[in-house]
């Protein structure tokens, strides 16, 4: 059980702290939508990317059974897709995406979010379960930290596994603590819209459900039952 509340809520002296963490989901919360199976199609174009995803049905249909689990289907996407890949390569590709996709991708009331944050001398960071090398060219534009999945790299080749765990759900709080330390030395702010971000908006003293969205629900002290995907 969860209770998300509005900044409206949280007094002035506390929400224009220096000590102010700001956290914001990526996909879905700056985005409009998922930006990884984007980035995989641009990437790799339609007919490669297409040879590659149909190696997802079945994988897809044994998480959909709960068989398999979100996180594990996302391993076999990464393995499918970027083992033996170059670094390099794929870090060009990244800049390539974050300039094409821009506009079509990014809320404006997002990155208008994002700046306010900044301007207002928060600590601001990305905190997403996309991995980190497509995701640092939107950070860098933005001017704020990144954490995220991290892909594992020998020799200059991404291996198609993860270093560490996919940063989802209670991986976000423990990734946020590896970086920043005790989280109760901060005001916490987080901005989500999925299962995958409740841990994190729990762990918030000023929590923000589907904020940018034009359409979005804002919960002040209703319950939101988690409900396992």
């Not at 990155?111 to 997403?128: D, F, Q, R, Y």
């Not at 971000?197 to 729990?202: I, R, S």
Request: net charge positive; aromatic share 12%.
């Amino acid at each position: 059980m969860y209770y998300f509340l509005e900044s409206s809520l949280v007094p002035d002296n506390i929400a224009n702290s220096s000590n102010v963490l700001s956290v914001f989901d990526f996909d879905g919360t700056l985005t409009y939508h998922d930006s990884f199976i984007p980035f995989l199609k641009f990437t790799f174009g339609k007919y490669r990317f297409s040879r590659k995803i149909i190696k997802l049905v079945l994988p897809s249909l044994q998480c959909a059974r709960r068989k398999l689990t979100r996180d594990e289907l996302k391993e076999v996407l990464i393995r499918t897709f970027l083992t033996g890949v170059d670094e390099k390569w794929l870090r060009e590709k990244a800049e390539q995406f974050c300039q094409t996709y821009w506009p079509k991708l990014m809320r404006p009331e997002g990155v208008l979010g994002v700046a306010a944050e900044v301007e207002s001398g928060a600590e601001v960071t990305i905190c997403s379960a996309s991995p980190s090398l497509v995701l640092k060219p939107f950070a860098e534009r933005l001017g704020i930290k990144l954490i995220s999945t991290e892909l594992e790299i020998i020799d200059g080749k991404l291996t198609g596994n993860l270093v560490g765990q996919n940063c989802r759900r209670e991986q976000k709080v423990k990734r946020l603590e590896q970086v920043y330390g005790d989280l109760s030395q901060y005001h916490l702010r987080a901005w989500g819209d999925t299962r995958g971000d409740f841990e994190l908006l729990q762990a918030a003293q000023d929590a923000h459900w589907r904020h940018f969205h034009k359409k979005h629900y804002r919960y002040k002290y209703r319950d939101v039952i988690a409900k396992d995907q």
